[in-house]
Structure formats: C-alpha cells, structure tokens
C-alpha cells in the first residue's frame, strides 16, 4: 500500500507498556485515525513522539489491516500548542473539548467541519480573563458545527415567544424554563412545574446572542449564567450524541468553584 500524508490533529495520547503511546487524530479526509506509536514515550529517541493534545502535525502514514488503524512513518509540526502556559482551568477545558471530538468523530467519515472548528481554537489567542466565555463559544460552535442546536425561542408546550424583538433591544420574558433535552427545545414553568435543568431568562439571552452577536458575548455576562450555559450544553451534547466524558466531571468541578 502507498504511503499517505495528511495534517491531522491529536486527539489523545495514551501512554501504553512501557514506552509507547497509542495515539488518535483526526484528519479531514479520514475522520478519525488510531495508532500505535512504537518508543513513542522516549525522549530524544528517533521514535519519540512529541506532540500533546490539539497539536496540529503533518504525518506519513499507510493504513492497515482495518481503514481506521494507521502505521506512522514520519511526523512533522504545524502548530504546535504551549500547554504549559495554559491556566488550570484552560487545560481542563481543553482536555474536555478535545475528548468530546474525539467521541463525536468517526472512523472513515471525512471531517472537514470539525478540523475546521479545531483549526479555529487552536488559532485562538486565549484570553484568561474570558475562559468561561470562550468555552461557551466553542461548545457552542460544536453543538452547531454537528448540525443540532438547542431551540429557546418559545416554550414547547404552549408556544409563547421567550423573547420579543423591539426597535433597539430584545425583550426576555420573565420566566423560567427547563430544558427538554429529547425534544432540543424549552419549556415554561406555567407549562410544567420541572426544576431540573433550569434555564432562566438571562440564559435565553446569552444563546441568542451566540447566534445573533457572538461578539457581545464578551461583555458583562454574570459568571453564574455563563456557567449555567455551559453546563446546558454539555447535558445538550451527552443526551444527543449518547456520549460519555470522562474529564467533563473534573472541568465542571472545578467551574463550580466560581458559581457565587
Ligand atoms: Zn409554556
């Protein structure tokens, strides 16, 4: 078979016997790829692997006996990320984002999209000051680069708007809500009376404005709301997809810290 050569992402780097790494990238035309990287873990060796999660690499490879599982010839950087000057909280997110692609991705399915989205957040000059609000902004680019999106324009149930367009601003109405996962939409508590997965009327408000002024988002959101929101869209994309993240447990623990 031909040697290939593709850019790819990384996507997890797991460290296997005593010095070699299985590895799993995600390539545009491939979707997603695996490897064993034979003395991957030594250091300094013509083996080693240096790469850590969300570099981008250029790679040679062959593919083998099943079209997902790939021999590595040669590795070469594109981008590569500066890990250790990442927050605590950043490399928590970063791990999470990066473990949820990894489940959203699938072998032999071409994934142009999500390569795109990676090379837009690796691309991303991260500010420390708006953590929250880039992580929002990149779930929510995820949740909407597979095609779903969670509709918080009305309540399901009885169809009252959940917001009013006015000549200058937009008026929320004030009610609360909780999310119907299966049906991706909001339902008002004159409908039902559910305290689960509550969504209130500043989290209407910061949704519209990811899809209406995403720029804005920036800007005065309390972090409470900012936290709620994500924690929304992480039960939005489990249930959906019925996929399991390891490091969400880790990342909204430590978020919770922030919640006063
Ligand atoms: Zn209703």
């Not at 590895?23 to 240096?50: E, H, M, R, W």
């Not at 250790?84 to 984002?97: E, G, Q, V």
């Not at 990676?118 to 609000?133: A, G, R, S």
């Not at 680069?145 to 009252?160: E, H, K, P, R, V």
Request: charged letters at 20%.
């Amino acid at each position: 078979m031909k040697i290939e050569k593709e850019s790819v992402f990384i996507l997890s780097n797991t460290p296997y016997r005593d010095s070699d790494l299985i590895v799993n990238l995600l390539s545009s035309n491939y979707g997603l790829l695996s490897a064993t990287i034979y003395g991957g873990k030594k250091i300094g060796k013509q083996t080693s692997f240096p790469f850590h999660l969300g570099d981008y690499i250029d790679i040679d490879f062959q593919i083998q006996e099943r079209n997902d599982f790939i021999k590595i010839y040669s590795s070469q950087k594109i981008v590569l990320l500066d890990i250790d000057r990442f927050s605590y909280l950043h490399f928590l997110f970063h791990c999470y984002f990066l473990e949820t692609i990894r489940q959203i991705a699938k072998p032999g399915n071409p994934a142009k999209d999500l390569t795109a989205l990676l090379n837009n957040y690796v691309k991303t000059d991260w500010q420390n000051q708006f953590e929250i609000n880039q992580m929002v902004f990149f779930i929510d680019k995820l949740i909407k680069n597979i095609g779903f999106g969670i509709n918080y324009d009305l309540c399901l149930s009885c169809f009252l708007p959940t917001l009013k367009p006015q000549q200058n601003k937009t008026i929320f109405r004030k009610n609360m809500y909780y999310l119907d996962v299966i049906e991706s939409g909001l339902i008002c508590q004159s409908c039902a009376q559910n305290t689960t997965n509550l969504v209130t009327p500043a989290m209407i408000k910061l949704l519209w404005l990811l899809d209406v002024h995403p720029a804005d988002i920036y800007e005065k959101i309390p972090m409470k709301t900012l936290i709620s929101v994500l924690k929304i869209q992480d039960l939005y994309l489990k249930q959906t997809l019925e996929i399991k993240t390891k490091s969400a447990e880790i990342l909204f623990k430590e978020l919770s810290k922030l919640e006063i």
